[in-house]
């Protein structure tokens, strides 16, 4: 029988978590722990395959009709997998986190995509793990912690994490009860713009982790937070020679910095429109300001949805800072720009 629409539209109006090709999850708890955050407990649909502690799943959730995509890291364990955790910071310009922080309900039904990403713990645990995070960076790195935990892992486990204050920390309750009761698990706050106590006084530097963490030049580093924290950790981590000891998770879209020759002509060929660039809007910003609709996810180069085959002409990844003239090559709309006139197959 010929229909207009898919079967999944159908299902859905009959219950809203049947579903055949996608998947879907309902939130069954909301706690709001922490000023401007909430902690959503999903239970997702059969399709759910589980994840590695650390990956991020992408969220698609309707305001006003109109369907948001945005990926958020699960904080549960990884042997608890029957369960999503997220914990939402709403950002001053976060659209959809703000949402989620003040209207997200158990009963509500949200989209909701596999796990991805390739910042998780290994296969094979090393014998000591050094965790750092920032803000609502955390959670990524508090799957690990929880994971580590119900594994009854017998390693060393530093876990650095910075917060404005005392009472911004997600998890602390937690966080202070693993560390008293685990063996091999030291959890250390730092608080540089507040009168709080913390062991790390004022902003991210190396002589932290000597202090905390003195064997981190011969051990895995897991790090997530705001990019003023990963800069600085990076800068670190390079200027010692141990970049390649970091492992990194950032959802921060990056800045757009428009080259004096940046502006030019897009053609999304396969639609036959035409728009002018200056080279201060992503190729994704610039297809749906010219009407078009392509598919996207996280908009900022994690996901790959976006990706899309560029024609000819040159681009600049902003995320990387690398330019391509190949012609017939897949880029990331979210994350590139034109650099002069480019043919994209949209």
Excluded at 40 to 63: D, S
Excluded at 84 to 106: C, Y
Aim: glycine share 8%; hydrophobic share 40%.
């Amino acid at each position: 029988m010929a229909t207009p629409h898919h079967v999944d539209r159908y299902l859905e109006l009959v219950d809203p978590l049947l579903r055949i090709d996608d998947m879907r999850a309902e939130v069954v708890r909301a706690e709001r722990r922490a000023p401007d955050t909430v902690t959503l407990t999903l239970r997702p649909t059969r399709h759910w395959a589980g994840f590695l502690p650390g990956q991020f799943v992408q969220v698609g959730v309707v305001i006003d009709g109109v369907r948001h995509t945005r990926c958020f890291s699960p904080a549960n364990s990884a042997a608890r997998g029957d369960v999503v955790e997220l914990t939402v910071k709403a950002h001053p310009d976060g659209f959809v986190s703000r949402h989620l922080v003040d209207h997200a309900k158990p009963g509500d039904v949200l989209d909701l995509e596999q796990a991805d990403g390739a910042f998780h713990l290994p296969a094979e645990r090393p014998e000591r793990i050094l965790l750092v995070s920032g803000g609502s960076g955390i959670t990524p790195v508090m799957a690990m912690l929880r994971t580590l935990v119900d594994e009854g892992y017998d390693g060393t486990v530093t876990f650095v994490h910075y917060s404005r204050s005392m009472a911004d920390v997600a998890y602390r309750d937690e966080l202070d009860r693993i560390a008293r009761e685990v063996p091999g698990v030291d959890v250390v706050y730092g608080f540089p713009d507040s009168a709080d106590a913390g062991r790390l006084d004022g902003l991210f530097g190396m002589h932290h982790l000597d202090a905390v963490a003195p064997w981190y030049r011969e051990a895995p580093t897991y790090l997530c937070g705001p990019p003023a924290l990963m800069n600085a950790v990076r800068e670190g981590y390079r200027d010692a020679g141990i970049d390649e000891l970091l492992h990194t998770e950032e959802f921060t879209p990056p800045a757009i910095v428009p080259d004096d020759d940046a502006g030019g002509e897009i053609h999304f060929s396969r639609s036959d429109v035409r728009a002018e660039s200056t080279g201060a809007a992503t190729l994704l910003e610039q297809a749906e300001a010219a009407g078009l609709t392509p598919e996207y996810g996280c908009r900022m180069g994690i996901c790959f949805t976006c990706t899309s085959v560029k024609k000819t002409g040159c681009t600049k990844n902003v995320r990387t800072g690398e330019t391509d003239t190949e012609s017939d090559k897949e880029i990331q709309l979210c994350v590139s720009v034109p650099v002069g006139d480019v043919t994209l197959d949209i």
